[in-house]
């Protein structure tokens, strides 16, 4: 089969499209025939060797939409998903053409999106889901979202799905204009004074929920937190470290909630996974868009444009 690898850390010149035996699969797992398989920063980072528990040589990859091929009888031929902290990283992931996993770890497609449409979800509505559950937000609470990148704009949708009051900030003029066109509440914000002001505009007590999706705010969300207020974050600054007000933490009760999907396995992972599905179908989340699907052959290059910073979700499709 055909599959990217890579045998060293540091350079993405180290990822190679290369001819490997198809894997065989062991008791109690599947093969699945990958279709589409979402391409994520920590994908990237992967290849860079910011993960120090992946081995070498490996095909990186961590989420996957594709068809059953071989394991229990119950999941022949089923189209299905997954994602989880294994692939890509303790195991050979999902940029190939097959790959092996856990039976319990893959579950049926949502069935109103495509091979495409469902690989980019997985690592993306995981972490919002996680994000948004841990930090307690569901009808009318009041909630930010700093960031609209493929994380932000799946929190943004399910926000909506919960029923909560949610807004964006975002830091360019025309990325706010572009999102209020299609309904959003959007605002621009430079400071941390500017960004306190514009959530106390929207929410007076200030917001129940913020979700930092960008690695660079946390100072700024604090005193913009109502009373018992929750902050969640997915990223840092690349050293690592913020500096965070904590007498303003603590008085206002506030609590910081750090999230990593790394954390949880495919079969942790399964379960988010059927929780989405079920709203892709009722309609509670709309089919995913902008969505540019590249083929294999173009797999270091599609990797290159995401650690350059492309906006649009990228999805390699293997067989093409």
């Known amino acids: 089969m055909k599959a990217l690898r890579f045998d060293r850390f540091g350079s993405l010149d180290a990822l190679q499209l290369v001819e490997t035996p198809t894997p065989t699969h062991a008791s109690g797992e599947v093969l699945v025939r990958v279709h589409a398989a979402g391409l994520n920063p920590s994908d990237v980072k992967n290849v860079l060797g910011r993960f120090p528990y992946t081995t070498l040589p490996r095909i990186p990859g961590r989420d996957v ?34 790959v092996t996993l856990p039976a319990d770890g893959v579950t049926r497609l949502p069935e109103n999106l495509s091979f495409a449409e469902a690989a980019a979800v997985p690592v993306p509505y995981v972490t ?34 919960r029923g909560a009051r949610a807004s964006v900030a975002v830091r360019r003029a025309e990325q706010a204009a572009a999102l209020r066109e299609r309904g959003a509440d959007a605002f621009v914000f430079a400071e941390r004074e ?4 514009q959530v106390r505009d929207r929410f007076a007590d200030g917001a129940e929920a913020i979700f930092d999706t960008s690695g660079f705010h946390l100072p700024a969300t604090i005193p913009a937190l109502a009373a018992g207020g929750r902050t969640a974050v997915i990223a840092a600054p690349p050293d690592g470290h913020e500096r965070v007000p904590v007498l303003d933490l603590y008085r206002r ?68």
């Open 65 to 98: 939409a594709g068809e059953v091929v071989q394991g229990p009888g119950g999941l022949l031929g089923a189209r299905v998903w997954a994602s989880g902290r294994e692939p890509g990283f303790l195991r050979d992931g999902t940029h190939a053409q097959y």
């Open 128 to 161: 919002a889901l996680e994000a948004l559950d841990r930090s307690l937000v569901g009808p009318g609470t009041p909630t930010v979202i700093i960031g609209f990148g493929a994380v932000g704009s799946a929190a943004y949708a399910l926000a909506l799905a």
């Open 194 to 197: 500017d960004f306190t002001a």
């Open 253 to 320: 009760g506030g609590t910081l909630i750090g999230v990593n999907s790394l954390l949880h396995d495919t079969v942790r992972t399964a379960g988010a996974l059927r929780t989405l599905a079920g709203l892709f179908e009722s309609g509670g989340l709309r089919v995913p868009a902008g969505i540019v699907e590249r083929p294999l052959l173009e797999g270091q290059e599609a990797y290159r444009d995401v650690a350059d910073g492309a906006t649009a979700k990228v999805v390699l499709t293997p067989w093409n």
